[in-house]
């Protein structure tokens, strides 16, 4: 059976981490990346400075790109068809929630997904830090840090190298309870108690 990998990255114009700016998304299938797509996204909403300055992305060059919701209807098949990836996933997984909730759009009660970060701390304990930077310097994996194309890219090499090792993807997939924007309690909901 195909294994389908949907690793995004998200950037956010403010502080508060519930709307999003840009997002990059690299499909994964069978070990290997396939495509990458990434797009600025209109947060509808202010820009703090701290941001923009991490990001590149200003509020006029956000103001010219599609809204979350418009951006959803292309890319929600793809997010129930996966298990979602990201390097430090609840952050992503949060904002993701935050954006779906705040626009009141469908989309399923739970998602499955995984974090690099946990994994790369399992296979790689002797680096520094598992931040993406770290962990792409130590595996001669392309960065272009902070740009969401280029994150959600890295990642999915972590991804694909992590599958290469032979790690089971299973033992990492956690669920995330997009109504109550945390991580599932993943042993009490998988014994049935």
């Given at each position: 059976m195909t294994k389908r990998?949907?690793?995004?990255?998200?950037?956010?114009p403010n502080a508060r981490n519930d709307r999003m700016s840009a997002i990059g998304l690299t499909l994964v299938e069978n070990g290997e990346v396939r495509r990458t797509h990434a797009t600025l996204v209109n947060p509808e909403t202010w820009f703090d400075d701290f941001n923009?300055?991490?990001?590149?992305?200003?509020?006029?060059a956000a103001g010219e790109a599609m809204t979350f919701p418009?951006?959803?209807?292309y890319v929600r098949p793809l997010f129930?068809?996966?298990?979602?990836?990201?390097?430090?996933?609840v952050f992503d997984m949060h904002v993701l929630a935050s954006c779906l909730r705040h626009y009141g759009l469908p989309h399923r009660e739970v998602y499955p997904y995984m974090c690099t970060v946990r994994i790369g701390r399992k296979l790689y304990p002797r680096l520094p830090d598992h931040r993406l930077n770290t962990m792409c310097e130590a595996l001669d994996i392309p960065l272009d840090h902070h740009q969401a194309g280029s994150d959600s890219r890295a990642a999915a090499f972590l991804l694909a190298d992590y599958l290469s090792k032979g790690i089971e993807p299973e033992l990492f997939v956690r669920?995330?309870?997009?109504?109550q924007m945390r991580t599932m309690n993943y042993k009490r909901h998988h014994s049935g108690r």
């Open positions: 990998y949907l690793v995004f990255d998200v950037e956010t923009i300055a991490l990001t590149g992305i200003t509020p006029r418009t951006l959803w209807a129930d068809s996966c298990v979602l990836v990201a390097h430090n996933a669920e995330y309870d997009m109504y």
